[in-house]
């Protein structure tokens, strides 16, 4: 008999996108060869630009969004994985192509999947989500650049954000000197107690980029793009290097090549979609290992699926601080 459960799902008509809490059954879910029973998901800025359709994030309707997911496997014809497995999802264009992490049942391929690493818990895994994975690529891509601990400051743009939190946290707790820049400057104590050493105003990057100015940094964690991401590179230290990995400001760079050719600045792009599997394994070991869990929790939020609509709206805003989980199932009679 075919299981029900409750999701999101994203419909397309003539008169635009809807958003509705729905009741479906396991013929609706798409191919795969993986079941697994959600926990928890989180809130990511994707996310919230696909549940408000503020951008094409979708690309198939109907859909049901959120972009990750941690759960536990209930059907599985993969040689990797069988039922009781703890396993958690990011990526691979889930919640954009293929129904998502904001539903009570999931199917997806199991090259998809990782398995939970030991000493986390799903929620923990969600706690850290795609933010938490995106910003450990930064480091590691850092680090592969040789920017290390005693190279100098690293500056982190969208540092109340949650790619931005859990970069600044990740640094400090490697040794790094970190440099917190945010437009929010309520939110200096919170990012201190993080491991910021300094916080800077966004405005100090809003402007249009000379290109080159005085050199500050060693390196730099960028999620917003546009006129930030290029005062940032004129502002990079000989030799070193920026992780991108987001367009919260916007997707130009209105930047010259004076950073590449007269200091080797080295731009590395950071996708967390595609990611290889050996290194989204190392990425999630060392996050599981080498992240503060206790401080991580102080920049969390859990909501309900009945939240999940306002929320999506704030996070677009700038009004969350650090991470959102989702617990899935939660808060539903009376909202369907």
């Not at 013929?27 to 959600?38: A, K, S, Y």
């Not at 959120?66 to 264009?93: E, M």
């Not at 929320?311 to 805003?317: G, H, N, R, T």
């Amino acid at each position: 008999m075919s299981e029900q459960f409750t999701a999101y799902q994203i419909s397309k008509s003539e008169k635009g996108t809807e958003l509705e809490l729905l009741q479906l059954r396991e013929q609706d879910l798409m191919p795969g060869d993986v079941t697994v029973r959600v926990e928890y998901s989180g809130l990511n800025y994707k996310d919230g630009l696909a549940l408000t359709s503020k951008a094409p994030v979708v690309r198939r309707f109907p859909l049901i969004p959120g972009i990750d997911f941690a759960g536990c496997v209930t059907k599985s014809d993969h040689p990797d994985f069988a039922a009781g497995d703890r396993v958690l999802l990011t990526g691979y264009g889930v919640g954009e192509t293929h129904h998502g992490g904001y539903s009570e049942l999931a199917r997806v391929n199991g090259d998809w999947l990782v398995p939970l690493p030991n000493g986390i818990s799903t929620r923990q895994a969600m706690m850290i989500g795609t933010a938490g994975f995106t910003s450990m690529l930064c480091v590691m891509a850092l680090e592969k650049h040789g920017i290390l601990p005693d190279s100098g400051t690293v500056l982190v743009t969208g540092a109340a954000g949650g790619v931005g939190s859990v970069a600044i946290m990740l640094l400090a707790q490697l040794g790094y000197r970190v440099a917190a820049v945010t437009g929010r400057r309520s939110e200096q104590e919170f990012l201190e107690g993080i491991g910021a050493a300094e916080v800077l105003d966004r405005k100090q990057f809003s402007e249009k980029a000379r290109p080159l100015a005085r050199e500050q940094w060693a390196g730099a964690i960028d999620v917003a793009g546009g006129n930030t991401l290029a005062n940032v590179l004129s502002q990079i230290k000989y030799g070193g290097a920026v992780a991108a990995c987001g367009l919260a400001e916007s997707m130009e760079l209105p930047a010259s090549v004076a950073p590449f050719i007269l200091r080797g600045v080295t731009l590395c792009g950071i996708d967390s979609v595609m990611t290889p599997t050996a290194r989204r394994k190392e990425a999630w070991r060392r996050l599981s290992t080498g992240l503060d869990l206790e401080m991580l929790e102080k920049g969390v939020n859990e909501i309900g699926f009945a939240e999940l609509p306002s929320a999506a709206e704030a996070i677009l805003a700038g009004k969350i601080r650090g991470r959102t989980v989702v617990k899935i199932g939660s808060d539903i009679e009376g909202n369907i």
